[in-house]
């Protein structure tokens, strides 16, 4: 009998054993089945997956599934349909059944269900949002017919499902010939050709003159111009403006000659909107002429890009008032966003208005990005570290791991499909509170899914987690090749944030891979350099990864004054176009930053070096000045522009 305990618990834990393996094989077989019946969607086989189904009612993703055999009956007034979108209201898979649905209605000129099903969509694609506004404006809501105009006067690249509204709009005499113009000329300026036609089909004008008509504006806008003239009328004029920015957008030296020879006929505010985007586009080549043409630009609106690169113009002249001028200019939100707040407290602190300085950067001032961190220097302060958040607790993240959509999200990180998950996550983590949002990080944190767990902690409000926003996963890789290169590894973790998230196996579209998006070429270029052979994969091997990328960034370091600034930059966008974009004089490292040609590039470097702040607090418990981190830009010399050029 002395045996027996011990004998049962040795048979108990084979048999725990055993059940949990067989739960285990169990799970594999059912995601493998969902991957089939995935596959079968794609091929149009809804019959298999049909067959399928039976094997998948318990697993995460069964919604799925129950919403692609609900497929065919998209084009009806389905009972089921309806019985779904009730059964997961508010979550992701009845927001994607409901759209498609909406879709299919629309085509069928079904207007009463889209009109009913629309109002209930929370996060509509442009193309849903549309259908759902079109039989809203028709029936003469104003509600709608003001979500409508606001998508006129601020879209650029609305879907053609938009068509029908914005026909709508003109029916119903919500817009203006003036309105089709200004949208017109937007468009062209941003280089969107068919949809400037689109949009002047709907004012039903003629746009046809004996000097080609809208076809030459578009295609031949020299020729155009050269053939009329001296504008006959208002569609003249407005035809004319159109050339001009389609030339300003491509060719802006050539667009200032013929805005000095055909511009006479236009009214002022149409030659200040050519001369504004021909400012933009000689700014972003940074231009020496490029001054001029945003002083004569006046304050006339422009698109959201040509108004910020009015300012960046002049921030390079450090023109002040002229800085002052053009922020001032800006209608809201883009006014209130923290890149303009500050540059206008700076211009304010440089025309000796201290208080309406301080007044403005105390808006931003302790926000944990760029321009909150130089604001609250500005104020004599540093960026520091919010008082930790107490850590989920156990019920917290079991509360939270319950919910549909963060098991949904983790299943499809668990059969690798990423993109999906990432979207899932999202969606999961929309009016989560702080301690939720935590517990969501927390969880992501355990299953190495650390870049939706920074996702989760970034978006807390009041009670925050500052190592789960800027994790140091892989330390013992990153500080021993850090420390070999003698890199700040609070930049290093600051880069590496910016460029994956952690996620190791990171691929971007342009083939960059791992950890710190190494390029293939300059994998291959760095291996060569210091003798390692590189094999198949290797890139994304986490060592081989961040041992490549160090070594580059210290490469790029020495090339480029040893300056953080420009290192950052030349290791999103290349050595050789971070040293282009100095200037002739010395430049303060914020503004270098702020007059980045390359928007992707910009928004890095801002990112990069606001990162190495925090982690530096976070390692040290001392917090670095930006400001200093940034420095100033050496001007351009013949012996930096001719440095030997890195990949």
């Not at 211009?347 to 208005?353: D, E, P």
Request: charged share 25%; proline share 6%; hydrophobic share 40%.
């Amino acid at each position: 009998m002395t045996f027996a305990f011990p004998v049962l618990s040795v048979c108990l834990k084979r048999g725990l054993a055993a059940g949990l393996l067989a739960v285990s094989i169990n799970a594999m077989a059912q995601d493998a089945t969902y991957l089939s019946a995935r596959d079968a969607v794609k091929n149009g086989q809804l019959g298999k997956v049909e067959q399928l189904y039976p094997q998948l009612k318990q697993h995460e993703l069964a919604p799925y599934v129950e919403s692609w055999m609900l497929k065919p009956q998209l084009t009806s007034d389905s009972p089921e349909i309806r019985a779904f979108l009730k059964k997961y209201e508010g979550e992701r898979p009845a927001e994607l059944l409901r759209a498609d649905w909406i879709r299919a209605q629309a085509k069928q000129g079904n207007w009463t269900l889209v009109a009913q099903q629309g109002v209930l969509m929370l996060q509509p694609e442009p193309d849903v949002q549309c259908y759902a506004l079109q039989p809203r404006v028709n029936n003469g809501d104003s509600a709608a017919k003001d979500q409508a105009n606001v998508l006129w006067t601020t879209g650029v690249d609305s879907p053609d499902a938009c068509q029908g509204l914005f026909d709508a709009l003109w029916a119903n005499g919500a817009l203006k010939a003036s309105d089709g113009w200004a949208r017109a000329r937007r468009q062209v300026a941003m280089n969107k050709l068919n949809q400037a036609r689109q949009t002047l089909s709907v004012m039903r004008v003629n746009v046809n003159d004996a000097a080609g008509g809208l076809d030459a504006v578009l295609s031949r806008p020299v020729i155009y111009l050269e053939r009329m003239g001296t504008p006959n009328d208002d569609t003249q004029k407005e035809l004319a403006t159109l050339a001009l920015v389609r030339m300003a957008r491509n060719e802006p030296g050539s667009a200032v000659s013929a805005l000095k020879r055909y511009g006479s006929g236009l009214d002022k505010a149409q030659q200040e909107y050519v001369w504004g985007i021909i400012g933009w586009q000689l700014g972003i080549q940074q231009s020496p002429e490029a001054l001029d043409a945003v002083k004569k630009s006046g304050t006339v609106l422009l698109p959201d890009d040509a108004m910020a690169w009015r300012i960046r113009v002049a921030l390079r002249a450090q023109d002040w008032s002229l800085v002052r001028k053009d922020i001032e200019a800006m209608p809201e939100p883009m006014i209130n966003s923290p890149e303009w707040v500050y540059w206008l407290g700076r211009s304010f602190k440089a025309q000796g208005r201290d208080s309406a300085a301080e007044d403005q950067f105390k808006k931003i001032a302790g926000q944990p990005n760029f321009y909150g961190v130089l604001a609250t220097e500005e104020l004599g302060g540093r960026a520091k570290l919010p008082t930790q958040a107490a850590p989920a607790t156990a019920e917290e993240i079991r509360q939270v791991e319950r919910q549909p959509g963060i098991r949904r999200a983790l299943a499809m990180y668990r059969l690798d499909l990423r993109p999906e998950g990432v979207k899932e996550w999202s969606w999961a983590l929309r009016g989560m509170n702080d301690r939720q949002l935590l517990a969501a990080a927390e969880i992501a944190q355990r299953n190495q899914i650390i870049d939706r767990s920074i996702s989760a902690a970034d978006r807390t409000k009041e009670e925050h987690n500052y190592k789960l926003r800027f994790p140091t996963p892989h330390a013992d890789k990153i500080m021993t090749h850090s420390d070999r290169q003698n890199l700040d590894k609070a930049w290093v973790y600051g880069l590496m944030r910016q460029e994956s998230r952690f996620v190791t196996n990171a691929k971007s579209n342009v083939g960059a891979a791992g950890l710190m998006q190494v390029m293939p070429a300059t994998g291959k270029w760095v291996a060569n350099k210091i003798g390692v052979k590189l094999g198949p994969g290797d890139l994304h091997d986490p060592d081989t990864n961040v041992m490549l990328g160090t070594t580059y960034m210290r490469l790029v370091l020495e090339s480029l004054d040893n300056h953080p600034v420009l290192a950052s930059a030349a290791y999103n966008a290349g050595p050789g176009r971070a040293r282009k974009w100095r200037d002739v004089k010395p430049l303060e490292g914020a503004v270098y930053a702020e007059t980045i040609p390359f928007s992707e590039t910009r928004d890095y470097v801002k990112k990069v070096m606001s990162n190495a702040v925090f982690y530096q607090t976070l390692m040290t418990g001392n917090s670095p000045s930006l400001k200093v981190m940034l420095g100033t830009i050496a001007p351009k010399s013949a012996k930096t522009d001719s440095a030997p050029e890195l990949p």
